[in-house]
């Protein structure tokens, strides 16, 4: 089986993400990890959207889990007619989807080709789980050979021995940005700031940047412009969870402030990851409130008294005013153009 996960962080190998073997699906518990390093085990496809709901796993997790959760409900649904498969499969293919909204639109193109993959299968006579399964593994590939190409673009514009700033945990374009950067012979410090209220950049992207060898420290959320100003950051970057076509995107909560912080010292801010065909403009974004209570509390420990209330927007949407670049693939592109990408035309560097 062809792979593309060799010599990342322990996180980012597949078996690590979501797995689907023996009627059950695996997936790393991202809320606790490093601390603990501990598996959900989910035994129906349902099990799988609600870990997603519940952020078992974010970032680009929920697209490993959403394919391997298909997998999970084609095994559910054997020995049913192929019409009851089907029908099973496609109440699946939107549940899994729409376990966050924020993502409905990518997290539906994982699992619609699944469906696909399965309906073909069954119609061969073949097993639809196993399709499915070989579905998912195949858009893992693709997915980390393109953040593989977007990974050397964006370590391309490290300075030489920079300091990168960071903000939450952008998945596989963390690992492959890290290996390019060690191809390059490039001795990056990584600042990471923490990302309330689940500590994303803290746990997850700070533990995989320091696995891979790189000088790694962790700031609080509110430490970003005494950073900027006191520590020499040369660049900061992200990922984001939708691109839309006239450059907002939107990520983590707290993403626009730092971008703010990152334009007021004239730091460059690259976003990487693959535009949204279907996102036209900003306004089409929909930003997911979680429970408040998360915002309140932390690992079961209350931070305040009763009567005080909270919010928690899981995003903020960033406007292309403050963004120097989106990476992709094809190369970066200026916010403003991201047509351009659907067009063929081929980033360039500015």
């Not at 065909?277 to 974004?285: F, L, P, S, V």
């Amino acid at each position: 089986m062809e792979r593309c996960d060799r010599d990342l962080a322990f996180m980012l190998q597949y078996e690590n993400v979501a797995w689907y073997e023996d009627g059950r699906v695996r997936i790393l518990d991202r809320r606790i990890y490093p601390s603990e390093v501990t598996f959900v085990e989910c035994r129906t496809y349902r099990e799988v959207a609600k870990a997603i709901a519940d952020m078992v796993t974010q970032s680009a997790g929920p697209y490993t889990a959403a394919g391997m959760g298909m997998a999970l409900a084609a095994y559910e649904t054997e020995g049913k007619t192929e019409k009851e498969q089907i029908e099973f499969l496609t109440r699946a293919s939107y549940e899994i989807s729409h376990a966050r909204p924020t993502t409905a639109n990518r997290m539906g193109i994982i699992t619609e080709g699944c469906l696909e993959a399965a309906k073909k299968a069954l119609a061969r006579g073949e097993s639809a789980a196993r399709a499915c399964f070989a579905r998912t593994i195949d858009s893992l590939n693709r997915r980390y050979s393109a953040m593989e190409k977007a990974g050397e673009y964006l370590a391309s514009l490290f300075p030489k021995n920079g300091r990168i700033m960071t903000q939450c945990f952008g998945e596989t374009i963390i690992g492959m940005m890290l290996r390019a950067a060690r191809k390059n012979k490039n001795d990056i410090k990584i600042y990471c700031a923490e990302t309330r209220p689940y500590l994303q950049g803290a746990r997850l992207t700070a533990t995989c940047c320091a696995q891979m060898g790189f000088d790694t420290t962790v700031i609080t959320d509110n430490m970003a412009a005494y950073s900027m100003q006191q520590k020499g950051i040369d660049l900061f970057t992200s990922a984001a969870d939708t691109i839309a076509r006239d450059g907002h995107i939107a990520n983590k909560i707290g993403t626009f402030q730092i971008a703010i912080l990152a334009k007021y010292f004239g730091i460059p801010y690259y976003v990487t990851g693959i535009p949204d065909k279907d996102k036209m403009h900003g306004g089409e974004i929909i930003i997911e409130e979680r429970d408040s209570k998360q915002a309140l509390s932390y690992r079961g420990i209350q931070n305040t008294i009763p009567q005080v209330k909270g919010i928690y927007p899981s995003f903020d949407i960033v406007p292309p005013h403050l963004i120097s670049g989106v990476v992709t693939d094809k190369g970066v592109y200026v916010p403003y153009l991201l047509n351009d990408y659907f067009e063929g035309t081929v980033g360039e560097f500015y």
